[in-house]
């Protein structure tokens, strides 16, 4: 076989994929109809912060897969750490046992994570985790004299996941209707979107970030606080385009979580593990969590993993006499997983990842605002590498698209645009119209070029058909 037949082989099975894929996937979040007379999307391989299709061509992977490839793709290291493990311990489970590689990662785990956060309970998905700690939270308050605690408050639009207690935590109504009934306790807050914020706190991020806070203090209060037992925030909201928060915000809600007993819970499925240059985005905006949930980062995607990290307070009532946490995943934990987290977070530490981004971080946010000078965009907004691109009709006013509006330039003409133009990203109404752009920790201006010249050209041709 020639060199050029070697290249090639990996794409020769286009059609054999399409086949397959339009007679048995069933794909996640996504309209099958859009395939009827379309090919499905096939990405067969990656390398670095790239990605590439059945037809071998390339794409800038702008969103790390789904927020989750943060050293990139192709690292031979992790995968032969999980090909080593596999061949020693391919699994066991953590329910009444424990194995070397998950006993290292908590301890890893727990001395990366910020205050007395020392007990890692695993999952393997970021629902998971954010479903495990409500039940802890619920049973914690029960062991400990107050039954009555079961509600959670979290932020409007915010996204928490899709198992049905992950479900009734997020707050995006479009998306939770189908499933109705969920689970009871699940009470919405504004978000911390300065650029819609109301009239009366929008010329002040300090002035908002008090007001958006005590909204929480405000709904324990109208729920009353022996009902309410915690509330979820990300670090920076990712649904609606990446909501930093505003000067002070955290500092209040943890004052106004102590003040009624309430547990802080800090969702970091996304913003763990470098993507705003820490390894936990509490750490970046000072405050301490009693729970953090993580997935997606830690292993960078290699294999499926996820977990809370606890703190010692919320263990104490399970130590001793016979409280059991009611509550177990089979491939938690799993031997292949954590020994790839474990290379993971080794390249983090070999290759300064988190230096990488907080180093790059002004040049990604500037590169992005050159984007300003465009009539369709709106507002750039977010931290570290986690940006979203607000889109608007009327860039004086903040007039927003309707519905119709918005179906017809995000998924008619600017999802497949975008790609078609070798950027992977995402162009979300779920909210208002956003693009939102997380890359590969691994990146710098070269890919930060790359990801203006696409959205510029895109952008520009996306307002010629308004």
Known sequence: MTAEQTQAAPFQKAAPFQEGAKRNMWLHFTRMSAYSDADVPVIVRGSGPYVYDQHGKRYLDGLSGLFVSQVGHGRTEIAEAGARQASELAYFPLWSYAHPRAIDLAERLAGLAPGDLNRVFFTTSGSEA???????AKQYFKLTGQPGR????SRDIAYHGTSMGALAITGLADIKHPFEPLPPGGVRVPNTNFYRAPSFVASSQEEFGRWAADEIERAILREGPESVAAVYLEPVQNSGGCFPPPPGYFSRVRDICDRYGVLLVSDEVICAFGRLGHYFGSARYGYQPDIIT????VTSGYAPLGGMICSDALMEPFSAGTATFLHGVTFAGHPVSCAMALANLDVFESEDLLGNVRAHEGAFRATLEKLHDLPI?????GAGYFYGIELVKD??????????E???LLRG???QALFDAGLVCRADDRGDPVIQLSPPLICGQEQFDEIERVLRDVLTEAWKRI
Do not use: M, P
């Not at 954010?130 to 802890?136: C, G």
């Open 294 to 297: 993580f997935a997606k980062g």
């Open 130 to 136: 954010v479903e495990s700690a409500w039940k802890l």
């Open 395 to 404: 860039k004086a006013s903040r007039e927003t698209f309707s519905d119709d």
């Open 150 to 153: 079961y509600k959670v408050i």
């Open 406 to 408: 918005s179906e017809r």
């Open 413 to 415: 003409f600017l999802s």
């Open 377 to 381: 965009v709106g507002d750039v907004r």
